[in-house]
């Protein structure tokens, strides 16, 4: 029986906030003159994994993107509409602020800088956690085994000594595979049962 963690990671998408995609590509359809799945697909070529190692700051994730989508909106409206798909998941946030000072708290997440500085201020729990590891500030992305290592480095835990929860299954076995002690986030109540069972 391993004791309890010494450090809790969790992932930021559909663990403290959600994302509806279906949302975010009928609003810029709508606003490009181009239906849900139109804008979709014409997105689905930009470059979500380049924004999100950082390689594309606020001005390159919106020409990228209007220029997917044959428009070009200004500044201020397009980053609102990048980040109008979020909501923040109230009930989990009693749970994640019951582990702060039990257990060091990080975050590693796939993100890119402008729906940072949008879920930040809607977030002040993330000024409680060790470590923010996001990927377009460390370059690195999930599930390369380089972004965990560096959130073991930072957390100054080995591996069985870090319980990370994510809602994709592929991050979480990558995880795995390094030895960390990984879980599918599903619902703040199976949260719940899962630090129980983790004996926090």
């Given amino acids: 029986m391993l004791p309890p963690p010494r450090a809790v990671l ?44 950082g390689l594309l700051g606020a001005e390159g994730i919106r020409r990228d993107v209007c220029g ?54 809607r977030l002040p729990v993330l000024e409680r956690f060790d470590h923010l590891l996001l990927s377009c500030e460390v370059g690195l992305v999930k599930p390369e085994p380089a972004f965990y290592q560096e959130a073991l480095r930072r957390l100054d835990c080995a591996p069985e000594e870090v319980a990370f929860f994510d809602d994709l299954p592929e991050y979480v076995q990558a995880a795995n595979a390094l030895g960390l002690r990984g879980h599918v986030f599903t619902t703040a109540e199976a949260f719940d049962a899962q630090l129980k069972a983790l004996g926090l």
Avoid: C, I, Y
């Fill in 10 to 53: 969790l992932d930021l998408g559909n663990v403290l906030v959600f994302h509806d995609n279906a949302l975010l590509f009928r609003e810029l359809g709508a606003r490009a003159g181009l239906s849900r799945s139109e804008a979709e697909q014409r997105l689905s070529g930009t470059g979500w994994t380049a924004a999100n190692r």
């Fill in 68 to 121: 997917s989508l044959g428009v070009d909106l200004p500044a201020e409206e397009f980053n609102a509409l990048w980040s109008s798909h979020f909501t923040v998941h109230e009930a989990v946030l009693p749970r994640v602020e019951g582990l702060v000072g039990r257990v060091k708290l990080g975050l590693l997440s796939n993100t890119n800088v402008l729906h940072v500085d949008f879920l930040r201020p």
